[in-house]
T-cell receptor
Framework: SQQGEEDPQALSIQEGENATMNCSYKTSINNLQWYRQNSGRGLVHLILIRSNEREKHSGRLRVTLDTSKKSSSLLITASRAADTASYFCATDAKTGFQKLVFGTGTRLLVSP | DAGVTQSPTHLIKTRGQQVTLRCSPKSGHDTVSWYQQALGQGPQFIFQYYEEEERQRGNFPDRFSGHQFPNYSSELNVNALLLGDSALYLC?????????????????FGPGTRLLVL
């Protein structure tokens, strides 16, 4: 079963706009990671945020984590057509060896 | 430095057959995890191999089995294929950094094997 949900399920924006997607999860975590997937192929790791961190940046990406609400958000600034993909959050629960539990994904479409 | 590789890229089988998928981890990685991704869904954890042993398993039946070799490469075997086994199978490799709370294992994914069961 999925750990949580991404919201929205789909997002359509114009190039240059910002895209924000949210992720909710159910259990206590060690860390939360965001991945991108193009056209149903392999996942590309974007960023990892630990449970004691509240915000992290990587290039045009900004991730926030609120462990009290069990939620995270991914912001992509100044989006480009090449950002068109599905985005997944994945949690690493505090249950021992790492086992990523993925959400349902947000499909982002960036139009030129 | 080669990333995670998987073979084959596509596979078509019929119900009841058996299939073997292969994965070579990223150089220096010692842990391999397998995931199943149905169309329109997020990946679901099948199992993880470390030091040639299965050390964690998701909610998948015994028809799904695996193996890890001394060179850390891995195979996923699925017996008695069902139509519902049609999916993208993803392999991910990782190397643990730190322990406990400070453990950070970024998993790097291969391109996947798309399996179609007819």
């Amino acid at each position: 079963s999925q750990q949580g949900e991404e919201d929205p399920q789909a997002l359509s924006i114009q190039e240059g706009e910002n895209a924000t997607m949210n992720c909710s999860y159910k259990t206590s975590i060690n860390n939360l990671q965001w991945y991108r997937q193009n056209s149903g192929r392999g996942l590309v790791h974007l960023i990892l945020i630990r449970s004691n961190e509240r915000e992290k940046h990587s290039g045009r990406l900004r991730v926030t984590l609120d462990t009290s609400k069990k939620s995270s958000s991914l912001l992509i600034t100044a989006s480009r057509a090449a950002d068109t993909a599905s985005y997944f959050c994945a949690t690493d629960a505090k249950t021992g060896f790492q086992k990523l539990v993925f959400g349902t994904g947000t499909r982002l479409l960036v139009s030129p | 430095d080669a990333g995670v590789t998987q073979s084959p890229t596509h596979l078509i089988k019929t119900r009841g057959q058996q299939v073997t998928l292969r994965c070579s981890p990223k150089s220096g990685h010692d842990t391999v995890s397998w995931y199943q991704q149905a169309l329109g869904q997020g990946p679901q954890f099948i199992f993880q191999y470390y030091e040639e042993e299965e050390r964690q398993r998701g909610n998948f039946p015994d028809r799904f089995s695996g193996h890890q070799f001394p060179n850390y490469s891995s195979e996923l075997n699925v017996n008695a294929l069902l139509l519902g086994d049609s999916a993208l199978y993803l392999c991910a490799s990782s190397l643990a950094v730190g322990t406990g709370f400070f453990r950070q294992e970024t998993q790097y994914f291969g391109p996947g094997t798309r399996l179609l069961v007819l």
